[in-house]
């Protein structure tokens, strides 16, 4: 009876009629869920209150709007649309970086839909670079402090202390580091020192090896520094402090041909031509 049962079910399930699948509700989700992702990118991409219309740049003192505008134009056209939605915010950021060597940093704004700001913190030159090499005529190029060269120095040959020598970097080309730190970073104290406590400036910084550093003043006499593994700058300016605060006050060096801070705990001092010599 149980046979029966079951095998009549079977037949009657056999002839019921069935409901095409466009006529059930699951397939109208998925083609209501379709048609609002595709209505949603379209207006995303395409709909004009979101395209972008206006490009500020704001900060560049050296560096041209136009030429600025003209990167992050290019940058936007190449995407399929000009939509604020596929702006890639890091991609221009690099780009006008990548563009413009005297541009330190750039901060990239989106702004009510339409508008982009690009704001520039240009690089400060902090002195002079000249490098030259084997069968390389010399170089020169604006350095900032972070020993990153940029720009060419025509403008500023009479206002800027030069920096000779080594460099660290085998490409000699803008944008590149060309200093380490611990050298930009004896560079800048000692010329603020001089400055701002005795009225001396900094004319010449000369990295002599990897170890040695040579500078030289206005006053026509040179300060002789240890920057090895093992050596302590900040004693070392201190003891050209106290010295220049001291025995060599101002009026007191006509005679100054050198002052050696190599030597730890002491200074070597030449005031005459026959130290010089020797």
Not at 178 to 205: G, P, R, W
Request: net charge positive; aromatic share 10%.
């Amino acid at each position: 009876m149980s046979y029966r049962r079951q095998n009549l079910k079977h037949k009657i399930d056999r002839i019921k009629p069935k409901w095409p699948f466009f006529k059930k509700w699951w397939f109208w989700c998925v083609v209501l869920f379709f048609l609002t992702g595709i209505t949603i990118s379209y207006l995303g991409l395409f709909y004009s209150g979101v395209q972008v219309e206006n490009i500020v740049i704001l900060g560049n003192k050296k560096i041209p709007t136009k030429e600025i505008e003209n990167i992050v134009l290019d940058s936007i056209n190449k995407n399929i649309s000009k939509s604020i939605f596929l702006v890639d915010k890091n991609k221009l950021r690099q780009n006008v970086l990548n563009k413009f060597s005297e541009i330190e940093r750039v901060d990239v704004r989106k702004r009510l839909m339409q508008n982009i700001d690009i704001e520039v913190i240009e690089r400060t030159p902090v002195a002079i670079f000249c490098w030259s090499a084997v069968k390389t005529a010399q170089e020169c190029f604006l350095i900032d402090s972070g020993g990153i060269i940029f720009g060419k120095p025509e403008a500023f040959v009479d206002k800027l202390p030069i920096i000779w020598g080594l460099a660290i970097n085998s490409q000699v080309i803008p944008g590149a580091k060309m200093i380490k730190e611990e050298a930009m970073d004896l560079f800048l104290k000692v010329k603020d020192s001089l400055k701002n406590n005795f009225q001396i400036n900094l004319t010449k910084m000369t990295i002599a090896g990897s170890d040695r550093i040579n500078i030289e003043t206005d006053e026509e006499w040179k300060i002789y520094f240890d920057l090895g593994a093992r050596s302590d700058t900040n004693s070392q300016i201190l003891k050209l402090n106290l010295l220049l605060g001291g025995d060599f006050s101002a009026g007191k060096r006509s005679g100054l041909r050198y002052i050696d801070l190599r030597p730890k705990e002491r200074a070597i001092v030449c005031d005459n031509q026959e130290c010089e010599n020797n």
